[in-house]
């Protein structure tokens, strides 16, 4: 775990083995799947393996990041361009060649991105319990 958590803070990729480790500690409903297939585990560590490339790349094709990633150039695409959008990374896409090009933040926006990303995911896990389990929905602490 100790590996994983050093590579997450220096912002670097995290490799298949790390996190297959670190997956195998955790319980089954933390693995739960979303919509898509893949847990939200594999959507951090996905996210988390694109902001680390670009810190590397000033521009990447999306055949190369999918390869990176793991994941199909189509789907490297939809993330790219959904956390462009949430801004949550900065950069700009050409469709046409089909690269993706990087812009570097400051360390306090990609802080303040993260932190809204994590509170948004909070949110949605919340909406999908409260969907599942209506009678939680009006429990208070």
Known sequence: MYTMLKSVYFHRTLSKADVDKFASTLEPHQLAKMGDG??????????????????????????????????????????????????????????????????NATA??????????????ANDVHEQVIAKYPRFENLTA
């Open 38 to 103: 893949s847990t939200f585990l594999d959507r951090a560590i996905t996210e988390h393996n694109l902001l680390s490339a670009s810190k590397i790349y000033n521009n990447i094709r999306f055949e190369e990041l999918g390869a990176l990633l793991q994941v199909s150039p189509e789907k490297a695409e939809v993330m790219a361009s959904r956390m462009i959008a949430e801004e949550r990374m900065k950069g700009h896409i050409d469709q046409i060649e089909g690269i993706l090009f990087f812009e």
């Open 108 to 121: 306090l926006e990609t802080w303040n991105s993260q932190v809204e990303y994590i509170c948004q995911t």
